[in-house]
């Protein structure tokens, strides 16, 4: 059975907190947390708990083992088409790195080619990588965009995130539905025309619009 962990400075005084919790393992160190919440870790329906947190969590975080040039890389193909390309309404569930709560929402996310253009369905996947990671939505919409920016150098890219998180949801800290609206504009979409074109279409109902 696991021993009461030092997770406060008060019982731990001489090394940093990090290196007295390295000797646990991660379900060790949640029973410990189940059981300062005042529960019992060993009533038969918390038993498991700390194993399937710990896999959720993993599950969660996993873009931080993902590359997203990796995955770019080998989607990226010669193209003369110079139109804006668009992908919109793409599902996110991120981690608030404030309050690990998750926030989740749609992105949308287009740009304007120069030369080169992204696999379609790696768009989404370039999204889960930055979007399985402790974030905060300005954060998470930057580096959409400058990850597409880095992969092509098109012309301009633009991205814009609408989600709702849960840290304010839960705790009443805003009105439940309220959502936050984050947009990262670079290139060509700095001008006010293409900018409006890809909010124009972002906002038409398209065949998966509800
Ligand atoms: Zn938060």
Known sequence: MAQPIALTKKIQRAAEPEECLSGYSTEEILREIISRM??????????????????????????YSENASEILRGALFDEDYDEMVIVKDIEIFSLCEHHMLPFFGKVHVAYVPKGKVIGLSKIPRLVEVFARRLQIQER???????AIQDAIHPLGVGVVVEARHLCMMM??????HSSTVTSAMLGCFRQKETRLEFLSLVRQQGAGGQ
Do not use: F, H, N, W
């Open 171 to 176: 705790r009443g800290i805003e009105k439940q």
């Open 140 to 146: 998470l919409t930057r580096q959409i965009a400058d």
């Open 38 to 63: 005042g529960e019992d870790p060993s009533r038969q329906g918390l038993l498991a708990t700390p194993g399937r947190v710990e896999k959720s969590m993993a599950y969660l975080t996993k873009g």
